[in-house]
């Protein structure tokens, strides 16, 4: 695993952390930007940690680009990894499947899986897939650049490694289409299907980076998804569920209400 010497930060960091929060909070993209190359120049310069700066980088830098217009939405794929150590990394895909538009879904799933790769190689743990087999212990490159730029950087980056990212953008676009919001049952029904093909595609690219040489050791391909679901469902439930409150007495309709009262009175006239 990864393990940062003393190298005595100069600010405590708790209040650090409430600081970067609040401006978060006040200006999420600026803020972000600057809290995040903040935390990678003391990684490389502070800590000594120039190789895991890099790598890094190049898993959290993709993510305003894939998140052009979210800005408050740029730290959510930090979920994916939290997730992956209690081996639900791909219920991830189900939360990026929550965002308002095809876009935002397809990038927080995308920035997700980013994320997740980028913890398994500098934690030299496995999350869902592990590290690409070519890439050394974290303790061979994480305090040196110029090895992380030759035995880590070209393995993260190949086309198999990022594969799944394709597939978990593909998936949180398509999870509206499944669950609705409308009956739990035809939710449950529906996304059964999704699940089990995003299930299928993940065994697929497991099988595929295993022939690419990299030493799986797979973890929540199945469970994840299914876990996923549930939460999918149940946050619908719950979103449809508000949208169904009763309204006051005295509180005016919505505007499609009454164009369609306006309609039945013309009619009957």
């Not at 830098?61 to 994916?80: D, K, N």
């Not at 690419?212 to 719950?238: E, W």
Request: hydrophobic content about 60%.
């Amino acid at each position: 695993a990864l393990t940062v010497p003393d190298a005595g930060s100069p600010v405590a960091p708790l209040p650090a952390a409430g600081v970067v929060a609040l401006a978060v909070a006040l200006l999420p993209r600026v803020a972000w930007l600057l809290g995040a190359a903040a935390a990678l120049l003391w990684l490389a310069l502070g800590a000594g940690l120039g190789g895991a700066a890099l790598l890094a980088s190049l898993a959290v830098a993709p993510t305003p680009l894939l998140l052009v217009r979210a800005g408050p939405a740029w730290s959510v794929p930090a979920i994916a990894p939290l997730l992956g150590t209690i081996a639900l990394g791909p219920a991830f895909v189900a939360v990026a499947g929550l965002a308002s538009t095809p876009a935002r879904r397809a990038g927080l799933g995308a920035a997700g899986y980013l994320w997740l790769a980028g913890a398994e190689v500098l934690a030299g743990d496995s999350l869902l897939y592990g590290a690409p087999a070519a890439v050394p212990a974290p303790s061979a490159w994480v305090g040196s650049l110029p090895s992380a730029l030759t035995d880590v950087v070209p393995s993260f980056l190949s086309t198999p490694a990022l594969a799944p990212a394709l597939a978990w953008a593909l998936f949180a676009a398509l999870l509206p289409l499944a669950v609705r919001g409308r009956s739990p049952q035809l939710d449950f029904a529906r996304g059964s299907i999704w699940a089990g093909g995003l299930i299928a595609a993940l065994l697929v690219l497991g099988d595929l980076l295993a022939s690419g040489g990299a030493g799986l050791d797979t973890r929540g391909t199945v469970v994840g998804p299914l876990v996923g679901l549930a939460l999918a469902v149940a946050a619908a439930t719950l979103r449809s569920g508000s949208s169904d409150v009763p309204r006051s007495r005295g509180e005016r309709p919505p505007a499609d209400a009454m164009d369609r009262r306006s309609l039945r009175r013309m009619a009957a006239l």
